[in-house]
Each structure stands twice: as structure tokens, then as C-alpha cells.
């Protein structure tokens, strides 16, 4: 077990490190002549407020109680009561049930469970979900931010947006269009489901919208139906708003606010992993390292794995391979470094990051232009063996999977999990989450005629079972697994309590933001629709 000798070295070692050595993926490598500042800067990629520019990265931050900002505290400790872990690793639970106007669920998806923890102050990780009101189907997202999280912010906003009039018709988007000439009320195309404290760039919502008609009006501009396949629209949407975004910096701007807004999101960088499901068709479209399995419930009732996306980093031979077609070959020694793109990213695949797009003239005339980038965080740094950009690309991997009554849930999360948990042991966890929810969930018997004492006395007695114990929320129960378990596969709650206490400038050294996802399918619509099909 984690024992207070291992707690104090913890502590102690973060103490008298000079440099953080931990799994940042920006900029990570020793640059010369760069103090310890410059260190925090690149790692804790925080945006300052300062007159004239703006801060950013508004996320939900757990109570300082919890959480201490700096190992040099005084009264420094790891000690944490079971109720305040539970309040930390419960602050982002988001949970929401499919459901028709009869009450009994029609969609393939029942329902799905969202968390998040953050390592980075602030948080870089985001997420989406909504489900499509002018299409069929739901959406969910996973966005992991660095450089900052502006990219991830812009990113989590708008790409489902875009996937959803990607798939409209094109009577849909005429009628859109002829609403926002006449200035007159726009049928919403998306129900999102956020979480109180998801936060939203509205400074900037009017700008993104223009954007988004600029791009339904070249739908239409089409000689005949855009006629996307599911494939089709998502890579088509992947690659229009890394484009918007990439166009949106140069384009001139009197709003500051704006203009600072567009120079962070471009020049931080975000990867992405979206699912989209209709029915029985799943659909995962990937651009870096965040993943989606799925968890599949065998005949003979043990549970297998079915990775959805492959990594998009220096580990894959089919990323090395296409960026080798895609540069000369006397780039090939010098495309990845020490296993990262040019030396210093670890995806290969990524929205924003210009500095890995654009030419270094284009690079220096946008920011010599622009006010103090130093206040904005934008690190400017041009890496050697930088000859023909673009070295990286938001083109995602689509995958296709038609879903069987066996597939029970789909995980989708950023690499912060899958960097402590595998893919077998994620859907290990929550199928045990699952079959130990099940077991303590007594059957509600009802016994006529129903009321409200005797309703509240079955609750009662599932709480005396011990279900209240238990995290309700699968993706909870994923999150604490992969930061409080021992090697073997135990929580032990002096590690969960230490990980959660560890202050801001030491936190990313032993893990990252970690945003997960679940999605429990129903596996009756699932078999109905077989049956309807035959």
C-alpha cells in the first residue's frame, strides 16, 4: 500500500525539482536559454488577464479546500476526508437518459455518463454531446486541448455544428438560409447536453455563426444535393473548421477581443475523437490520441474489446508512413524526434497548431502585427528542420460499426485515461461497474395501490444496500480507478487521496486532465430493429 513515506517523497521530490518533467506534450523538449519561468509557462498554459487581452481558459474549478496551488505551502498535506474525494471527483458528472414521449427508450443509445478532472489549471480537456433535431441520431465528443485550452473550447463549440449541416438536406439548409435573411427565428439543429459549468465563447458566438452560414451557403452553392455519406460529412466538417479556424487569425479584425480570441485558438491546438449514432450505425471519426472502445458482452459471457481509432502519433507505422509520402525524403530522420512530430508534438493529427501548418513567413506576419503574444500565451517558436509545412493535419480517421444487441457501451475518452488504464481494463471496469450496480439495485415491486410513503420506503431500502456508496456515474468509477489503483487493481485511498491533492505545480507531473465519456446502448431497440429488418 501507498504508504506516508511515499506521500512525503512525493512532496519532497516536487520540492527540489527545478524543471517539470512530466508528460506535457507542448514544447516538452529542453529549449536553451529558457528560465524556469518560461518552464510554467509552457506547461501550465494558462492565459493571463491583462488590459487589452483576455482570459480564456473558464472552466469549473474544484474548491480550493481541495486543492492546493503550490507544493511551497506551509501546512502542505495529502490528507483528504472520503466525502471531499468523493465532492472532487464528482464536480463534472453529467448523466442524461434517452427517452421518447411514451417514457420507454426507442433510441439505440439508453443513455450516457460524462466526467471530467482536471490536472492542468485550467483544465484543457472539453467534451460535447447533443442530440441531432433536424437529422436523426446523437453526437458525443472528446477534446484534448494543448497549448492552452482555447483550440479544445472552439473546437467542443462548434465541430458538431458542422457535422450536423454537413448531413442536412438541401432543402434543410435553403430554409435556414432564407429564415437568417429574413432575420427571423433559425429551427435549432442540435438539443446539446452540457453540464452547468460548461463554459461557451458568446463573445464570440456571432462570429462563429456567420462562419458556420458561410459554410451551409457553400453547400448550396453545390450543383446539386450535397448527398454526404455519414463518412463523407465528418471529414468535411473535420477539415472546414481547421480551415475556418486557421483563416479566421488572419482575417482583419477592429474587435481586440475577438482578434485575441481567433490568435489563441489558433495557435494552441486540440486533438478530437467524436462518435455519431443512428440506430445501429456508429460512426467514430479520430484526429490525434484521444480513443473510443467498445465493450462487447459475449455468448459465453465474458466481455472482449473492440478498439474504434487508432493513436495518430510516432508509435503508429501507418501515421510514419503517410507523413513520409507527404514530405521529401530527406525530411524522413527529421520528421519525428524523439518520438514527436518535428520534436515537439506527440499527435500527429490536431486542430489549430499553425505553427505546425503555416509557412514561418505567414507565422511571423500575423504575430508581429498582433499585441503582446507574450500576454496571450502564444509561444512563438519555429522548430528546426522546418522546410515544408504542413507537417500535421485535422483530417480525421472515420470508422464504421454496425451495432449488435452484444455491444453494451461505448467509451470515448482523452488520452489522460487510456494513459493509466488499457483498453481491456477500461471495459473490464465497467462491465464489473455494471454487474455490481445491477446486484445491489433491488427489483421496485410494486405492490397496489401505489404510494408516494411506500415508493419512498424501496428507496430507502436500496440506499441500506449500499447502492448509495457506489459512483452511480460509470465514468466516475473509471477515473477513480485510474488514479487511485495499486498494482493490482485495487483503489487504495491514501494514493486516490494524494493524486487529488496534488497542487497545481506538480500535479501534471503524475497525470493529466482526464475527460471520459460513456454510452450504454439498448440493446432491445438494438434487437428490434434486427427483427424488423429481416
Not at 450543383?223 to 477539415?239: N, Q, T, V, W
Not at 475523437?273 to 479520430?286: F, M, R, S, T
Request: hydrophobic share 40%.
Amino acid at each position: 500500500m501507498m504508504s506516508g513515506t511515499v506521500s512525503s517523497w512525493i512532496l519532497s521530490s516536487a520540492r527540489s525539482s527545478i524543471i517539470l518533467q512530466g508528460k506535457g506534450r507542448w514544447y516538452s523538449i529542453c529549449i536553451p536559454n529558457r528560465n524556469k519561468i518560461k518552464w510554467k509557462l509552457l506547461f501550465s498554459k494558462t492565459c493571463p488577464s491583462s488590459a487589452g487581452s483576455c482570459s480564456l481558459d473558464r472552466t469549473f474549478s474544484f474548491p480550493k479546500a481541495f486543492r492546493h496551488t503550490s507544493t511551497e505551502e506551509e501546512h502542505f498535506s495529502f490528507q483528504l476526508s472520503p466525502a471531499q474525494i468523493n465532492d472532487i471527483l464528482r464536480a463534472g458528472e453529467l448523466s442524461h437518459r434517452t427517452l421518447d414521449l411514451t417514457g420507454k427508450s426507442a433510441s439505440s443509445v439508453l443513455r450516457f455518463e460524462s466526467n471530467q478532472l482536471a490536472s492542468n489549471s485550467p483544465m484543457e480537456d472539453r467534451r460535447s454531446a447533443a442530440t441531432c433535431l433536424q437529422t436523426a441520431g446523437m453526437m458525443f465528443g472528446v477534446f484534448d486541448g494543448h497549448a492552452g485550452a482555447a483550440c479544445a473550447q472552439a473546437v467542443s463549440e462548434r465541430l458538431l455544428h458542422y457535422i450536423a449541416v454537413s448531413l442536412l438536406p438541401r432543402r434543410s439548409l435553403e430554409e435556414i438560409e432564407l429564415a437568417v435573411e429574413a432575420m427571423k427565428p433559425v429551427r435549432p439543429i442540435l438539443q446539446w447536453h452540457r453540464h452547468p459549468n460548461d463554459v461557451e465563447y458568446r463573445e464570440i458566438a456571432s462570429r462563429y455563426f456567420e462562419n458556420l452560414r458561410v459554410y451551409w451557403q457553400h453547400l448550396l452553392d453545390l450543383d446539386a444535393e450535397p448527398g454526404f455519406s455519414l463518412e463523407e460529412a465528418m471529414i468535411c466538417a473535420f477539415k472546414r473548421l481547421d480551415s475556418d479556424i486557421s483563416l479566421e487569425v488572419q482575417a482583419p479584425q477592429e474587435n481586440e477581443l475577438m482578434r485575441n480570441i481567433a490568435l489563441q485558438v489558433a495557435f494552441s491546438g486540440a486533438t478530437a475523437c467524436v462518435a455519431h449514432i443512428d440506430g445501429v450505425h456508429l460512426h467514430v471519426a479520430n484526429t490525434g490520441d484521444c480513443r473510443a472502445v467498445l465493450g462487447v458482452h459475449e455468448e459465453d459471457g465474458t466481455w472482449s474489446t473492440l478498439p474504434l481509432t487508432r493513436d495518430h502519433n510516432a508509435y503508429d507505422e501507418f501515421e510514419i508512413r503517410r507523413l513520409k509520402r507527404e514530405h521529401p525524403r530527406s525530411e524522413e530522420k527529421t520528421l519525428f524526434v524523439n518520438d514527436r512530430l518535428l520534436g515537439i508534438l506527440m499527435p500527429s493529427r490536431a486542430f489549430g497548431d499553425v505553427q505546425l501548418k503555416w509557412s514561418k513567413e505567414l507565422q511571423h506576419s500575423i504575430l508581429e502585427n498582433s499585441c503582446d503574444v507574450e500576454a496571450l500565451n502564444i509561444y512563438q517558436y519555429v522548430p528546426p528542420n522546418y522546410h515544408t509545412p504542413p507537417y500535421l493535419t485535422a483530417e480525421p480517421e472515420v470508422t464504421y460499426h454496425k451495432l449488435r444487441s452484444k455491444d453494451k457501451f461505448l467509451v470515448i475518452a482523452s488520452d489522460g485515461l487510456w494513459e493509466m488504464l488499457s483498453n481491456e481494463k477500461v471495459v473490464k471496469l465497467v462491465a464489473g461497474h455494471l454487474t455490481e450496480l445491477n446486484m445491489q439495485r433491488p427489483p421496485l415491486t410494486f405492490k397496489k395501490p401505489v404510494n408516494l410513503g411506500y415508493m419512498h420506503n424501496l428507496l430507502l431500502q436500496r440506499k441500506s444496500k449500499g447502492l448509495a456508496s457506489l459512483d452511480q456515474n460509470a465514468a466516475t468509477h473509471l477515473i477513480r480507478h485510474a488514479i487511485g489503483s495499486n498494482e493490482y487493481g485495487e483503489v487504495e485511498p491514501e494514493k486516490l487521496a494524494a493524486m487529488l491533492a496534488l497542487p497545481e505545480d506538480l500535479a501534471r507531473m503524475y497525470r493529466d486532465d482526464i475527460t471520459v465519456t460513456v454510452v450504454h446502448f439498448n440493446s432491445q431497440a438494438i434487437e428490434d430493429y434486427y427483427r424488423s429488418h429481416q
